[in-house]
Structure formats: structure tokens, C-alpha cells
């Protein structure tokens, strides 16, 4: 009854706090220059081109989808094999295209189509747009139809194609005519804005303002920041105004997660960390603000609807066989990295299965779920980030930098977009490890703590193989790390004890049952495909990759440069608990890294060292912009810049990575 009450209690004080913030006139205010500085964006002339089943010129495709309702799929199958044909849908009975939050109050429409008749003949198709009906004689060959359409009372374009089917059709499909795009143009006058798309970005304004003032802001900062989110929501509208309106309505629901996110974050922060830190801690919780920014820009991203993945489909047929009672998987490999079957560890699923009990269970909000467990466990990294460095004596405000570095990690937000949530979630379960053995070095040859690294490793060990791989490269290096010193060394006896126990027991409960495959691989290892190229070049190759993949040499530069530092850190320790081992770790990740690149003389494709090394990059990294911000006003300046740099880098690339992939 006592924990019924303190929660009762507390969330009667968020609401209150709720209520402060929404009757605060710097809200009111943001709120009102948002709706006029809308409202002018929407009177710039916006034209809009939907080229249906593709684009002929860049050969891309699926830009469209959004916008459609019961339209076949997109013809031809390969644009880049057929770049010749002009790309196409063929409408069914009743087809739909809406183009949310124009605005306006007539849109000048063209329309190129064809009957798609195999004797060339024409038909008559009656053509919908809002309240009106139009019945308009369609030709056996591509023409431009030009119509005159109203937008609804949400300011929407909503236009439906209906024709009559071919009957009989060979692979038998529904099939009504044939489109390849659709054009709007402004007529003359005054446009209205779109009430619909007016009322959401109110919403998610409202919701970042009070956001902001439960975490970190005081009103008038709180004030500045919605405002230029309504500056930048403007010229959204101006320049990008589709792209921002497919966005807003899932923005709106990541921003309300995010302040839910927010209360619990905070919540956990003043009882848990504040007590642990003590003095150390700030009263301000910076890094759930950190940890909710990181969760927002992901969701975001995913959720947008040109957002395309290749893999969530195997994942969300994997969690459904552990609902079941299933847990032994297996993948085949690509023949570049060795082919074959290999076991597929379900820590994931475990971790995520309680999800089920209060989730639906169809496929969209599997989807949905499995989405934001892993944005959510990749963010959270950023939060283990500022716990290792405040742990280990550095101020906040460094602590807050490394932390921040990790809000767009391009590899990270590669293999989130494409759907590689095994990578994403198994190095997420081995980051409290890493984080946990550096801490707790000079006592982890106590039983408690000792009972807590062997728990750990065990669940590590249950995330992917490939980061299994990078780890054990890394524990490695710190046993090594451990054995110099003299302080460290009981505890490179506990890891080793540690590692025999916790693999053992991982190799008995689980991979035991998975004995043939293992057994398989080593024995009678599948022939690798065919690659004639040299160390230098797989390497080359490589780093290639990394470069797309936005590791920039500035990163890897102050990463290293912030991992030397913390290695020869001399300070006398004032801090109640153990001085954690943050340089030993920071060497270990870099050699154990370089040790990866050794699977490169069996394989086309080594593991993924980019996503597992990028923590380490920016754990050191900050550190290092602390340097350089000591050294005078030059020195604050470069390190803004590169701060500034970095973390443009980060969302330009996961911009392109949205638009791009699969397209």
C-alpha cells in the first residue's frame, strides 16, 4: 500500500507540473508566433509531382507509397534493367491517392494515364476529388488529364480513380488503368493552411516545450527552443513540405513516449543515480534529456513512412517462435562471411517477449515493438556513456559531451534503418558488461560483484555472435590490461573465472542444444565464396565502408587521442567509491578492435567492428574536446566546431540513410 501511495503521489506531482507548464504564457506565446509563422510558410506557391511506380530518371522508386490506397504494385520489376520503360501502377476497382496537409483550397491536378487495354482502347473512368465526381474518357496511350480539385476540411488532396477491370487477366490480379504521375499546382489567391497538419504541429510543439521544461530548461530557454522549432517546422513547410508532413503524426506520438520516457527517466535519476553519485551527480538530469534526444532521433527516423527495412520481418517471425515456446535459431550466412548455418542467440526476444502482455499481437504492432525496444536499447548506451565517465571523476559537462556524441551514431543508425536488430540489441546487452567490469575492477573479487560480472557476461553472450566475437577480443586485451597492474590483477583472476563460468554455463543451458551446428562449422566448415583479393584490399575495402558509414578520421583522432589521455590519467582519488579502470577499457577496445580485422585473413567480411568500436570512440572523445577546451578561446572554437561537425555528420547521414535505402 505504501509503494501504491508514493506512486500515486508522484504522479499526481507530474500532473501538476503538466499544468504549470501548459498555462505559461512563453508557451502561449510559441505557440502563437508558431501558428503565424505556419500560416505564412503555407502562402509560398507549392507544386508537388508524384511519380508513380518510380522515377524514370534517377531510377528510384517507392516514394509514392505513401501517398496511395489500393494501387497493384510497381511495374517494371527492375528499373535499372529496363531503363527504357517508363514506370507504372496499375489502379484496381477503387483507388485512392491522398496527399495530406497541402493546404490551399484548389489544386490544379494533372493526371498522365492510359485505359492499359490490350487492344489500345479507351474507357471511361470516372475520376473523384472530394465532393465532385468527373467522368473523363481515358485513351489507349499516355495522356495528361487536367483537373481542378478541392481539398477537404483537414486540408487534404484526396483523389480516387475508378475504372472498369479487365476481365480474365492472365496472373489474376484486379487491374483498372494505368497511372505514371500525378502533379498539383497552386491555383491564384489565397492558400489556407491545413487545420489538420496546423493542429499536430501545435501538438508536438506543445508537447517539446513542456518536454524540455521537465528536463533541463528553464522558461525563457524553454521559450528560445520552441521557438526555433517553429521557425525550422516553418521552412520545413516551405521546402520539404511533404517529407514533414508524412512525419508529423508519428513525431507527435514519439514526443508524447519521449515525456512519458522523460518522467520515469527522471524518476529513476533522483532515486537511484543522485544517491549512488552523491555530490557527483547534478540535480538537473541532463543525460535522460541526452538519452530521450537519442530515442526521438531514431523513432523518428523508423517511423517515417519513406523508411524501408529488409529484416524486421525475420525478427518479428523469431519473437512470434519465442511467444510460442521456441528458442533455438539458427541463420545461414553470407558466403562472404564463411556461409553456413550458425546459431542465432535469442536474447533479443527474451528481453523483449514481456512486451506481448501488453501489446496486440498482429504483425504491424509486433513490428512497432520490436522497433522501439532496440531505439530505445541503443539509446540507453548513451546514458551508460555519461554513467562510466562520471563514475570515473570527469565533470558533467564532458560526461554530457561523450554522451551526446552517441545521439546519432552512423553505424548504429544503418543497422537500425536496414533492420539488423540482432546487431543492435546484442551489443546493447554486452554494453553493461564492458561498462560494469570497468567500474567495479578493484572489487570485483568480492562475491557480490563477482555473482553480478559472471550474470552479465552470461547475457551477453545470448545477444550475437558477431559481437560475441568483438567481445571477447576486448576482454582479451583488458585481462592483459588487468595483469600490469598490480592494483588490477585479483581482478584478471575473477575475469578469467568469470569468463570460464559464465561461457560454460551459457555452453550448457543453450548451445549445448545447439551442439551439431557448432560442431558442424568446425569440422566441416562451408567453402566461403570465391575472393581474390589481398589483405590490403579486404582492408581498403573496408574502410571504405566506414567512411559510408560517416566514421570520420576526426572521430577516430579524438577518440584515440581521449583513450591516451584517460590511460595516463594521474589524479588523486576523492571519490567514497573504487577508481574504475576507464583507460585499461578504452586500450582494450581499441586493441581488441585491431584483433578483429584478423578474421579478415579467413573471410571476405569480418564482423562489424564500426557499430562495436563507435562507443568507445565517443567515450574517449570527450575527454579530448575537454582539452581543447581549456586552451583558450581558440581552442573552445575548435572544439565547438568539431562537436558541431560531428553531430551534423550523424544526422546528415541519417537523413540520406531514410530517404535512400531500398529506394
Known amino acids: 500500500m505504501r509503494d501504491l501511495r508514493e506512486m500515486a503521489a508522484w504522479l499526481w506531482t507530474e500532473a501538476r507540473l503538466l499544468t504549470q507548464y501548459i498555462r505559461e504564457r512563453q508557451l502561449w506565446a510559441a505557440l502563437a508566433c508558431g501558428l503565424l509563422l505556419w500560416s505564412l510558410a503555407y502562402q509560398v506557391p507549392f507544386a508537388y509531382q508524384i511519380s508513380i511506380g518510380g522515377d524514370q530518371r534517377t ?9 496511395l490506397s489500393a494501387f497493384n504494385d510497381s511495374e517494371p520489376l527492375s528499373l535499372t534493367d529496363t531503363p527504357d520503360i517508363r514506370p507504372y501502377r496499375w489502379t484496381r476497382a477503387h483507388s485512392e491517392i491522398v496527399l495530406p496537409g497541402v493546404g490551399g483550397q484548389q489544386w490544379r491536378v494533372l493526371v498522365r494515364a492510359n485505359s492499359g487495354r490490350p487492344d489500345s482502347s479507351s474507357i471511361d473512368g470516372r475520376f473523384s476529388m472530394s465532393e465532385d465526381t468527373t467522368t473523363i474518357q481515358i485513351d489507349g496511350w499516355p495522356v495528361a488529364y487536367y483537373l481542378l480539385a478541392p481539398t477537404t476540411s483537414t486540408g487534404d488532396l484526396r483523389l ?3 475504372a472498369p477491370l479487365i476481365p480474365n487477366t492472365p496472373d489474376g490480379r484486379t487491374l483498372g488503368m494505368v497511372l505514371y504521375h500525378v502533379t498539383i499546382e497552386p491555383t491564384a489567391g489565397l492558400y489556407l493552411p491545413a487545420p489538420g497538419q496546423l493542429a499536430l504541429m ?65 524518476a529513476l535519476y533522483q532515486r537511484a543515480l543522485v544517491p549512488a553519485l552523491g555530490d557527483v551527480a547534478g540535480r538537473r538530469p541532463l543525460v535522460v534529456a541526452v538519452v530521450v534526444l537519442a530515442l526521438a532521433a531514431r523513432l523518428v527516423g523508423m517511423l517515417h513512412p519513406y523508411a524501408l527495412s529488409s529484416d524486421v520481418g525475420l525478427h518479428r517471425h523469431n519473437m512470434q517462435d519465442v511467444q510460442r515456446g521456441r528458442l533455438y535459431f539458427t541463420e545461414d550466412l553470407p558466403a562472404r562471411a564463411g556461409g553456413g548455418r550458425a546459431p542465432y542467440p535469442p536474447g533479443q526476444y527474451l528481453v523483449v517477449a514481456p512486451m506481448a502482455l501488453v501489446l496486440p499481437t498482429d504483425d504491424a504492432a509486433l513490428n512497432l515493438g520490436l522497433k522501439v525496444a532496440n531505439a530505445l536499447a541503443d539509446s540507453l548506451v548513451a546514458g551508460l556513456l555519461w554513467y562510466v565517465l562520471r563514475r570515473s571523476g570527469y565533470s558533467e559537462g564532458i560526461a554530457i559531451l561523450s554522451a551526446a556524441l552517441y545521439v546519432l551514431p552512423g553505424p548504429m543508425l544503418r543497422s537500425l534503418s536496414v533492420g539488423e536488430f540482432a546487431n543492435v540489441f546484442g551489443q546493447a546487452l554486452a554494453m553493461p558488461l564492458l561498462v560494469y567490469a570497468a567500474v567495479n575492477a578493484r572489487r570485483i573479487d568480492t562475491p557480490r560483484w563477482f555473482a553480478g560480472l559472471v550474470l552479465l557476461l552470461m547475457l551477453a553472450l545470448l545477444g550475437h555472435l558477431g559481437v560475441t566475437i568483438s567481445l571477447f577480443g576486448l576482454l582479451a586485451y583488458l585481462l592483459l590490461a588487468w595483469l600490469v597492474r598490480p592494483a588490477t590483477r585479483p581482478a584478471a583472476r575473477m575475469l578469467v573465472l568469470a569468463g570460464m563460468l559464465g561461457a560454460g554455463l551459457a555452453l550448457l543451458f543453450y548451445y549445448s542444444a545447439l551442439g551439431d551446428v557448432l560442431l558442424g562449422r568446425l569440422t566441416n566448415p562451408s567453402p566461403a565464396s570465391p575472393d581474390t583479393r589481398s589483405l590490403v584490399q579486404k582492408l581498403a575495402g573496408d574502410f571504405q565502408f566506414t567512411t559510408s558509414l560517416r566514421v570520420s578520421v576526426l572521430l577516430l583522432t579524438l577518440g584515440g587521442a581521449g583513450a591516451a589521455l584517460t590511460a595516463f590519467r594521474t589524479r588523486r582519488w576523492p571519490y567514497p567509491w573504487p577508481r574504475p579502470t576507464i583507460g585499461a577499457l578504452l586500450m582494450a577496445w581499441w586493441g581488441g578492435t585491431l584483433l578483429s580485422f584478423g578474421l579478415l585473413l579467413f573471410a571476405s567480411q569480418g564482423v562489424r567492428w564500426q557499430a562495436f568500436f563507435y562507443p568507445a570512440l565517443c567515450l574517449g572523445a570527450g575527454p579530448a574536446l575537454a582539452q581543447l577546451w581549456s586552451r583558450g578561446w581558440a581552442g573552445r572554437a575548435a572544439a565547438i566546431a568539431a562537436a558541431t561537425l560531428l553531430l551534423w555528420n550523424g544526422l546528415d547521414f541519417w537523413i540520406t540513410q531514410i530517404y535512400t535505402y531500398l529506394h
Open 160 to 162: 480516387r480513380f475508378d
Open 202 to 266: 501545435t501538438g508536438a510543439l506543445a508537447v517539446l516545450y513542456a518536454l524540455a521544461r521537465r528536463l533541463v530548461l528553464g522558461m525563457r530557454s524553454a521559450l528560445v527552443l520552441a521557438l526555433a522549432a517553429a521557425l525550422l517546422g516553418a521552412l520545413l513547410l516551405v521546402w520539404a513540405r511533404m517529407a514533414l508532413v508524412l512525419a508529423t503524426p508519428p513525431l507527435v506520438w514519439v514526443l508524447l513516449g519521449c515525456y512519458a520516457l522523460a518522467l520515469v527517466g527522471n
Open 59 to 67: 531510377r528510384t522508386r517507392n516514394y509514392d507509397t505513401p501517398f
